[in-house]
């Protein structure tokens, strides 16, 4: 394990930034060595704010990258900038974490994975939710055997936003803005990967909504696993929480998650005699050990990942992250069309 700490520079200094700072400088083996925003003022208050000096503050990544000799990039800006600025710092050689999306267009994100293996730097997401104690727990049952071979999972999302600003305008807020986050859940809890969707999309009368904010979408998984999703943002009552309601099916039961209360499963019990509904044991699905999560918890991870020579965990490699990128680009392709969209037509030979 190098005994050396990690540089880093992060990029994009709004509102979001804040967190990646504080834990940035809370997590042992790293050095925040730089900041830079197209703002410079922004990195400034940024600087002033976490009590560091101004000779952090650079106005562009290479010049911050040639000064500190950074090994690594915090990309933290908008999501139309991250193909810009991931692609960038591994052209400097760094390794990058940076914020989900990987990209808005799947040939953007293409790029970035192509890239990071062309010059053998690591380049992770920051997909927060599948790092939650209560979903890490779900994950090791579902995908541990408890069920035997699953079939089916099932996400439903029902909370009436309202945001105001820029989703108000997207043509798929629900889509292209939050989906990512259960699309990534899915592929979590089952551990499997998306072949082929099929989606439909919807403003209802009631939205203050300028796109469609409802979408129901059905995912064939390897394997032959079904995957749906159901969600709106302008349910008004009765919300679900941020991580949704879930249920999992498999050959030897059913275990479902809602209102973040622990999982519960139903599973056959192995000396069940034959009947019209057979007796099952019911089981209380513990969470996973540990006590952080989101970014207390991936950038440590991605920090202990580079010195310990890329061995050991890392949850959000770019090769694996777009998987769940091609899920929400596909459902939004296929609702535009009114058509079933394979993965293989965005992921090409990374399907």
């Not at 990987?102 to 380049?123: G, T």
């Not at 989906?179 to 009368?205: E, N, Y």
């Not at 899920?327 to 399907?351: F, H, K, N, P």
Request: with cysteine; proline share 5%; hydrophobic share 40%.
């Amino acid at each position: 394990m190098s005994q050396d700490p990690i540089r880093v520079v992060l990029v994009g200094c709004g509102g979001m930034a804040d967190t990646w700072v504080t834990v940035a400088l809370d997590t042992e083996g790293l050095e925040l060595v730089g900041l830079v925003d197209l703002d410079r003022s922004q990195a400034e208050k940024m600087a002033d704010k976490h009590v560091l000096s101004r000779e952090v503050v650079f106005d562009s990544l290479a010049e911050a990258v040639r000064s500190t000799r950074a090994d690594a990039v915090f990309d933290v800006t908008v999501p139309k900038a991250h193909p810009i600025v991931t692609l960038e710092a591994l052209d400097l050689g760094c390794h990058v974490l940076g914020e989900k999306p990987m990209a808005e267009d799947i040939e953007s994100a293409r790029k970035m994975v192509s890239k990071a293996a062309e010059v053998d730097r690591v380049y992770a997401v920051l997909q927060n939710y599948r790092t939650r104690d209560r979903l890490r727990g779900l994950a090791d049952f579902t995908t541990g055997g408890a069920l035997g071979e699953l079939a089916e999972a099932h996400c439903e999302f029902y909370i009436g936003a309202h945001f105001g600003g820029f989703r108000d305008e997207m043509a798929h807020p629900l889509l292209g803005d939050m989906s990512i986050h259960h699309f990534d859940m899915a592929r979590c809890v089952t551990g499997l990967s998306p072949t082929a969707v099929t989606c439909q999309t919807w403003k209802p009368k009631q939205s203050w909504y300028a796109g469609d904010v409802s979408a129901f979408a059905m995912f064939e998984m390897t394997g032959g696993l079904m995957f749906t999703y159901r969600g709106s943002w302008c349910s008004e009552g009765r919300h679900t929480t941020w991580n949704g309601d879930w249920r999992v099916i498999g050959q030897k039961g059913s275990v479902t998650w809602r209102d973040d209360a622990p999982p519960i499963a139903e599973v056959i019990k192995p000396d069940a005699e034959p009947a019209f509904i057979t007796e099952k044991d019911t089981i209380e699905v513990p969470d996973a050990p540990g006590e952080t999560s989101g970014h207390a918890y991936l950038i440590p991870e991605f920090v202990a990942y580079l010195r310990n020579g890329r061995t050991g965990p890392l949850s959000c490699p770019c090769d694996d992250n777009i998987k769940s990128l091609a899920m929400v680009l596909g459902a939004i392709r296929s609702a535009d069309e009114g058509r079933q969209v394979e993965m293989a037509e965005l992921l090409g030979d990374l399907a």
